[in-house]
Each structure stands twice: as C-alpha cells, then as structure tokens.
C-alpha cells in the first residue's frame, strides 16, 4: 500500500507539472501577443508621426522662402506702401488721443 501511495503522488506532481506549463504557456502566449499589438500600435504611431513631421518640413520651407521674400528690400518698401496708401484717419479712432476723457 506505501508503494501505491507514492506512485499517486507521482502521478499527482506531474500532472500539476503539466498543468503549470499550460497555464505558463498561456501567460507566455498572451504577454507575447500583447507585445506584438503594443508593438505594431507603436510602429503605426511612429508612421503618423513621419507623416506629420514630412508636412511640418515642407510647411518650414515653404515659409522661409516667403519670408526670404518679404525681406527682399524692394518687395519690403512696396509692401509699405500698400499698407499705408489708401489708410485714412477715422475720426472715432480714439486710441491714442487722450483728450476726449475728462
């Protein structure tokens, strides 16, 4: 009978054996698969994150060359005068005239 007893306990550890492996399998598996969505989100962003760096450089481009322009002394005193040719004084603009308050 002591005999039999052993060989159930045997039986007993390598079925808790077996069974701790599947259960450790399946962590594995399932940290493992996690990685991978955690991994492929990341690589998704990262994409995004090219795509809107890419605009941002043509954007920085675009607005050197149009302030290479503007700064260009002829195209800067013609702006001014475009500015300033048809401003006429409004007579309700109050801003700087101080008078008016008592």
């Known amino acids: 009978m002591a005999m039999k007893k052993i060989n ?3 039986k007993e550890s ?6 701790e492996d599947l259960v ?3 962590f594995r598996n399932q940290k493992t698969y996690q990685q991978q969505m955690r991994l492929a989100d990341m690589e998704s962003q990262l994409k995004k994150l090219k795509g809107q760096l890419t605009k941002t450089k ?3 481009e675009e607005t050197e060359v149009l302030l290479r322009e503007e700064l ?5 005193l013609q702006k001014m005068k475009d500015d300033y040719s048809n401003w ?3 007579p309700r603009d109050v801003r700087f005239d101080e008078s008016w308050r008592l």
């Open 8 to 10: 159930t306990e045997k």
């Open 14 to 19: 390598s079925e808790k054996i077996i069974g």
């Open 24 to 26: 450790s399998n399946s």
């Open 58 to 60: 043509e954007q920085l």
């Open 72 to 76: 260009s002394s002829g195209k800067q």
């Open 88 to 90: 006429v004084a409004d």
